[in-house]
């Protein structure tokens, strides 16, 4: 048995096993914690070496089986569970000593965390990891904040368990505080909004262009080795081509129509408000999926409401108005995230690189595509960027593609197919490229009804009328 280890972590489920695991795989001793023995015993039977990981239930001998400073990793659920491990690993721990939550927690509960064992002389990363189960075996997406100093000592195994983009690791350092677990929870909002359109642009292709599955299958697939070419685009050319094994048809069409969320991207949304960044594509993505939730109210407005008849346009056509239509709206949910980034970064003090951001998600994480590239190409050439959709490399691609957008939008209005995320798109690209918006009479209402005051266009000062003799 080892002496000591180079790496521990708490919470043994699949996401912890499969990351102790690849620590272990990139020649670096792991330990490992889990309440439930059953857990640590699948660790250590799967491990296969003890001298290179093991596990325990208890504390007090996980802890001090830790090499100096203890390299601490917590996959337990967000919430009070995260504060349970912490207080029942402080009593073990010596001035130092790193803990690293890799959960979805929210990021005012990780500064609060993150003063607390300061206090201690404990160092507290939170840190985003993307990519699920599979990634977490095989290479994730990692988003730190913390101490500068003390991620030196977490550096080399980050960086050699995350994931591999042109031989880079999609690991760096993002900042102080809780800035990882911002940047995670903002990438979830993406993720949020991505994964809605996608399932919009399905539901045209399938309800008005009568694709089959096996022709969405290929649709998609094809999407996925341009520049569409991402990992929710190639999970959904899958997912369209698996036959179901209780009924003979396929299994996307025997699963219900509603969609669970976990919170994050609710927590994107309502602190984009916080913040005052619209975000819009995010936001519907929220909205989306409480309205799914809705099934038997929904089963029942159908059958009092007269719906049209969708048309059946050319289907060569609208495949390709629909590629550039989901091409279109992606830019425009990244635009908004790393919006939401810049401005927070500002807010917090995260000090935030956002072309480092969106380079580290090009591989390993769910929101990982072929436009992260550009993404982190544009924030380099110029880093005070305040929008993606300002930057000389994207104005093209949005003028290309804009057109389709409102083609499928006006389509979906006029056929009655509900395209809620690639309509807040538009709309939110519509308003935000307006030099002239129809605010001037919410400020006249507003000082009306309240005198709450307006400024002018032709010249300085806050100005107040009395509306009404």
């Given amino acids: 048995m080892a002496d000591t280890y180079d790496f521990g972590l708490v919470g043994l489920g699949v996401m912890g096993r499969n990351f102790i695991l690849n620590v272990v795989d ?35 001998t996980f802890v001090q089986s830790l090499s100096l400073p203890r390299k601490i990793m917590l996959l337990v659920p967000a919430g009070k569970v995260v504060d349970i491990v912490i207080d029942s690993l402080l009593p073990h721990l010596d001035e130092g000593d790193i803990i690293i939550d890799g959960g979805n927690s929210f990021f005012t509960d990780t500064d609060r965390r993150e003063a607390y064992l300061k206090e201690k002389g404990i160092n507290f990363f939170g840190s985003g990891v993307s990519g699920g189960a599979k990634g977490a075996r095989k290479g994730p997406s990692i988003m730190p904040g913390g101490s500068r100093e003390a991620y030196q000592h977490v550096k080399p195994i980050f960086e050699a368990v995350a994931a591999k983009y042109q031989g880079e690791p999609c690991v760096t350092y993002l900042g102080p505080k809780s800035a990882g677990n911002y940047v995670k929870m903002v990438h979830n909002g993406i993720e949020y909004g991505l994964m809605q359109l996608t399932s919009e642009i399905y539901d045209i292709l399938k309800k008005s262009g009568g694709l089959t599955q096996e022709e969405l299958h ?12 991402s990992f929710l685009v190639e999970i959904t050319s899958k997912i369209m081509n698996r036959k179901d094994d209780l009924t003979d048809g396929y299994l996307v069409d025997m699963i219900l129509d509603k969609a669970k969320q976990k919170g994050t991207g ?27 939730a ?16 969708p048309e059946t346009p050319d289907k060569t056509k609208l495949i390709q108005e629909a590629e550039q239509a989901l091409y279109f709206a992606f830019i425009v949910t990244y635009a908004q995230g790393m919006h939401q980034l810049a401005d927070a970064s500002k807010e917090y003090s995260y000090d935030l690189d956002l072309g480092e951001i969106a380079k580290i998600w090009r591989a390993g994480c769910i929101i990982r595509a072929a436009l992260l590239a ?6 380099h050439e110029n880093e005070a960027l305040p929008n993606l959709l ?23 209005a006029t056929n009655g197919i509900p395209l809620h995320g690639l309509s807040n798109a538009l709309t939110y690209f519509d308003a935000y490229t307006s030099s002239r918006l129809p605010l001037n009479v919410i400020q006249a209402q507003r000082d009306f009804f309240g005198s709450h005051t307006y400024e002018r266009l032709d010249r300085e000062g806050i100005f107040h009328t009395e509306w009404e003799d």
């Fill in 266 to 292: 609710k927590w994107t949304s309502q602190n984009a408000m916080d913040l005052g960044i619209p975000v819009p594509t995010i936001d519907i993505a929220v909205s989306m999926r409480e309205i799914s």
């Fill in 294 to 309: 809705l099934k038997g109210e929904r089963v029942q407005a159908d059958e009092v409401y007269d719906r049209p008849e």
């Fill in 390 to 412: 300002l930057a000389p490399s994207f104005i093209e691609k949005v003028k290309e593609t804009v057109g389709a957008a409102r083609k499928l939008v006006a389509f979906g």
């Fill in 374 to 379: 550009d993404i982190t190409q544009a924030f």
């Fill in 218 to 229: 290929k649709t998609f697939h094809s999407w996925n080795e341009g520049r569409l070419q």
């Fill in 26 to 60: 990139n020649s670096f001793t792991a330990y490992g914690n889990d309440l439930d023995p059953e857990k640590v015993e699948a660790l250590i039977t799967e491990g296969g070496d003890t001298e290179k990981v093991n596990a325990t239930t208890d504390a007090s």
